[in-house]
């Protein structure tokens, strides 16, 4: 199993935005090496023959019909955005997006 | 448009590199609602009016799948000759950009509804088989608005209305080896999805946009050489221009020896060039995992079946029918086939009026003249079937001449009229009596001495000259072929007399 170092959490941060102190840091590094190891754990068991899970609830095919219900109209949709201009979210520029 | 991919030879005319390609299609399915949520996809509405607290990615919503993504998705499969996955699962693909209200798409990765599909393009050497690698359900983000549209300099604005929108996202092969093989086949995908009614592939919405991943590798080398991939692409031209510009920038840096990064691009449009993506490769790291807010979606053969029971016939096959049937050239039938609409019109005319080839002409021609210069559509042109027909008919009869018969066709247009009608208001029923043609050929002849001279001298081609002046004269409504007999008979007399 892949051990956790602090190279990869600051990876997984910088990829969620979010930004950790070094003690945190440390605290996450161990944490999350603990839970790889008690996957580790779940790794010993025999599963050859058990279909992988992919959802925990016994449900299959839930669908809607194609039909149009009222949308919330752009007043709502910005009620709690924290800028807007106009009928639009605004939000910092975008630099070098892909569109 | 040219064709850089095989016009990159060296000076003894052979090609260097040789040059690989592989698509990434989007097409935006032409669904009532959104993918997961009952919001309406309807292109060009207020900003922000089309959302809903799924699309907007609230916390504590869920997502419901719409059954006709499912459908379009079986349709598009079949009409791509794909297999299925009859065991769906959707997943989470994560990043963080501001037209992602939830910081994922929903996507498929690991299980795509359908798999190793293909679909036949035509070039001058014959018939070449794209494959399909998968085709995966997924949906659209919001659309980002720059400095450049809104005037803001220190914002972006963001509109959701797309965000949710359905897409089908079709991998290609890396199968295409110029940019004229790549132009066939978005034409080919574009025309399959539009006929089975998946997507109506607008491009001036963004309803059809393209990645393409391009490298170059010296003739006789097997390793593909390093993959240069270009996102943005939102048009068949982009693609083209994109793509060529990529081929001449990788070449020149072969050429000198140097080496060619593995790497994204973004296209620009203004410039006319690539650049790199200046993100770190660590947004590459999308962190797939399943959807735990969506169960498994698990599809009926049965159902696989009766959709493919209901398709419509495909563009190829419908060009095979056509050539055969109606005795087409490839061409002409091409032509016809090219939309959906202008096939049905054809054989609902030529249901009727059984000279195919002159309905060919004519749809293709003249009738498709006046829909261009008056920017209509096929789809809403105001003359029916029936009533090309009947004017066909009659000039097969000689009841009206050609030329006749194109002020006709325009008055048809214009006034609704039916071609009787507008023969009798306007007296251009056919001269076809010789007794009548003869009066109008000799005149002409009497008239135009420098012209007969020519003939006479054995300057044959003068007498279409004279043809015309004959045509005139009856304002169009003398039988050509008549009129043509006439004069060349009372022109050898002449020739004969001197």
Same mark, same amino acid.
């Given at each position: 199993?892949?051990?956790?170092?602090?190279?990869?959490?600051?990876?997984?941060?910088?990829?969620?935005?979010?930004?950790?102190?070094?003690?945190?840091?440390?605290?996450?590094?161990?944490?999350?090496?603990?839970?790889?190891?008690?996957?580790?754990?779940?790794?010993?068991?025999?599963?050859?023959?058990?279909?992988?899970?992919?959802?925990?609830?016994?449900?299959?095919?839930?669908?809607?019909?194609?039909?149009?219900?009222?949308?919330?109209?752009?007043?709502?949709?910005?009620?709690?955005?924290?800028?807007?201009?106009?009928?639009?979210?605004?939000?910092?520029?975008?630099?070098?997006?892909?569109? | 448009?040219?064709?850089?991919?095989?016009? %990159?030879? =060296?000076?003894?005319?052979?090609?260097?590199?040789?040059?690989?390609?592989?698509?990434?299609?989007?097409?935006?399915?032409?669904?009532?609602?959104?993918?997961?949520?009952?919001? @309406?996809?309807?292109?060009?509405?207020?900003?922000? !009016?089309?959302?809903?607290?799924?699309?907007?990615g609230?916390? @504590?919503?869920?997502?419901?799948?719409?059954?006709?993504?499912?459908?379009?998705?079986?349709?598009?499969?079949?009409?791509?000759?794909?297999?299925?996955?009859?065991?769906?699962?959707? =997943?989470?693909k994560n990043y963080y950009y501001p037209d992602l209200p939830k910081n994922y798409q929903?996507?498929?990765?690991?299980?795509?509804?359908?798999?190793?599909?293909?679909? =036949?393009?035509?070039?001058?050497? @014959?018939?070449?088989?794209?494959?399909?690698?998968?085709?995966?359900?997924?949906e659209d983000a919001g659309?980002?608005?720059?400095?450049?549209?809104?005037?803001?300099?220190?914002?972006?604005?963001v509109?959701f209305?797309?965000a949710?929108?359905?897409?089908?996202?079709?991998?290609?092969?890396?199968?295409?080896?110029?940019?004229?093989?790549?132009?066939?086949?978005?034409?080919?995908?574009?025309?399959?999805?539009?006929?089975?009614?998946?997507?109506?592939?607008?491009?001036?919405?963004?309803?059809?946009?393209?990645?393409?991943?391009?490298?170059?590798?010296?003739?006789?080398?097997?390793?593909?050489?390093?993959?240069?991939?270009?996102?943005?692409?939102? %048009?068949?031209?982009?693609?083209?221009?994109?793509?060529?510009?990529?081929?001449?920038?990788?070449?020149?840096?072969?050429?000198?020896?140097?080496?060619?990064?593995?790497?994204?691009?973004?296209?620009? +449009?203004?410039?006319?060039?690539?650049?790199?993506?200046?993100?770190?490769?660590?947004?590459?790291?999308?962190?797939?995992?399943?959807?735990?807010?969506?169960?498994?979606?698990?599809?009926?053969?049965?159902?696989?079946?009766?959709?493919?029971?209901?398709?419509?016939?495909?563009?190829?096959?419908?060009?095979?029918?056509?050539?055969?049937?109606? @005795?087409?050239?490839?061409?002409?039938?091409?032509?016809?086939?090219? $939309?959906?609409?202008?096939?049905?019109?054809?054989?609902?005319?030529?249901?009727?009026?059984?000279?195919?080839?002159?309905?060919?002409?004519?749809?293709?021609?003249?009738?498709?003249?006046?829909?261009?210069?008056?920017?209509?559509?096929?789809?809403?042109?105001?003359? $029916?079937?029936?009533?090309?027909?009947?004017?066909?008919?009659?000039?097969?009869?000689?009841?009206? %001449?050609?030329?006749?018969?194109?002020?006709?066709?325009?008055?048809?247009?214009?006034?609704?009229?039916?071609?009787?009608?507008?023969?009798?208001?306007?007296?251009?029923?056919?001269? !076809?009596?010789?007794? +009548?043609?003869?009066?109008?050929?000799?005149?002409?002849?009497?008239?135009?001495?420098?012209?007969?001279?020519?003939?006479?001298?054995?300057?044959?081609?003068?007498?279409?000259?004279?043809?015309?002046?004959?045509?005139?004269?009856?304002?169009?409504?003398?039988?050509?072929?008549?009129?043509?007999?006439?004069?060349?008979?009372?022109?050898?007399?002449?020739?004969? %007399?001197?």
């Amino acid at each position: 199993m892949t051990k956790i170092t602090p190279d990869v959490v600051d990876h997984v941060t910088k990829l969620c935005r979010i930004h950790l102190t070094n003690e945190e840091r440390k605290k996450f590094t161990e944490q999350l090496n603990q839970i790889l190891t008690y996957m580790d754990k779940l790794n010993e068991l025999n599963t050859e023959n058990v279909e992988p899970t992919s959802h925990v609830v016994p449900l299959e095919n839930v669908l809607r019909k194609d039909a149009l219900s009222p949308s919330l109209g752009s007043e709502k949709a910005l009620a709690n955005a924290p800028d807007k201009h106009g009928e639009y979210f605004k939000v910092p520029r975008i630099i070098n997006g892909t569109e | 448009m040219t064709d850089i991919g095989k016009n %990159s030879k =060296d000076a003894k005319g052979k090609r260097q590199y040789e040059i690989t390609i592989g698509l990434e299609v989007h097409a935006a399915l032409s669904t009532t609602t959104k993918i997961f949520c009952a919001c @309406g996809t309807k292109f060009g509405e207020a900003p922000n !009016s089309q959302t809903c607290p799924v699309c907007l990615g609230m916390p @504590g919503v869920l997502p419901v799948l719409n059954e006709n993504v499912v459908k379009y998705a079986i349709r598009a499969a079949l009409a791509l000759n794909c297999k299925f996955n009859l065991l769906n699962k959707f =997943d989470r693909k994560n990043y963080y950009y501001p037209d992602l209200p939830k910081n994922y798409q929903i996507s498929q990765d690991y299980l795509p509804i359908a798999h190793d599909g293909c679909l =036949d393009i035509f070039l001058s050497s @014959g018939k070449r088989k794209i494959r399909i690698n998968n085709i995966h359900m997924e949906e659209d983000a919001g659309k980002n608005l720059h400095a450049g549209d809104t005037g803001l300099l220190d914002a972006s604005l963001v509109d959701f209305n797309r965000a949710g929108v359905p897409l089908l996202e079709i991998v290609t092969y890396p199968d295409m080896h110029s940019v004229g093989e790549v132009e066939k086949l978005m034409t080919a995908l574009r025309d399959i999805l539009m006929y089975t009614g998946v997507a109506d592939c607008k491009m001036e919405e963004g309803g059809l946009r393209f990645e393409a991943n391009i490298s170059l590798m010296p003739f006789g080398q097997t390793d593909l050489g390093p993959r240069v991939e270009m996102k943005n692409l939102n %048009s068949f031209k982009t693609v083209i221009k994109a793509l060529n510009y990529e081929i001449r920038r990788q070449e020149k840096s072969l050429r000198q020896g140097e080496k060619v990064t593995q790497e994204t691009r973004l296209w620009d +449009d203004k410039s006319g060039e690539t650049s790199p993506m200046r993100s770190k490769e660590e947004a590459h790291d999308y962190r797939y995992f399943p959807e735990p807010d969506l169960v498994p979606l698990v599809i009926d053969e049965q159902l696989i079946e009766e959709i493919r029971s209901s398709l419509a016939e495909l563009p190829a096959s419908k060009l095979e029918r056509f050539c055969k049937d109606y @005795g087409l050239s490839e061409y002409d039938a091409r032509v016809i086939t090219s $939309s959906r609409a202008l096939a049905d019109f054809y054989e609902e005319v030529a249901a009727v009026c059984k000279e195919p080839k002159t309905v060919s002409n004519w749809v293709t021609g003249e009738l498709q003249g006046i829909l261009n210069e008056e920017k209509r559509d096929i789809g809403d042109c105001p003359i $029916s079937p029936e009533q090309l027909a009947e004017l066909l008919s009659l000039l097969s009869k000689g009841a009206v %001449s050609a030329p006749s018969a194109k002020i006709i066709l325009r008055d048809m247009f214009h006034s609704g009229k039916s071609a009787k009608a507008i023969i009798e208001e306007k007296g251009l029923s056919q001269i !076809s009596d010789e007794k +009548d043609i003869r009066p109008a050929v000799k005149h002409i002849i009497n008239t135009n001495t420098g012209i007969v001279d020519d003939y006479c001298k054995g300057k044959e081609k003068a007498i279409g000259a004279l043809i015309g002046k004959v045509m005139k004269e009856t304002r169009g409504r003398a039988d050509p072929t008549k009129v043509s007999q006439i004069l060349r008979e009372l022109l050898e007399e002449e020739k004969r %007399s001197r």
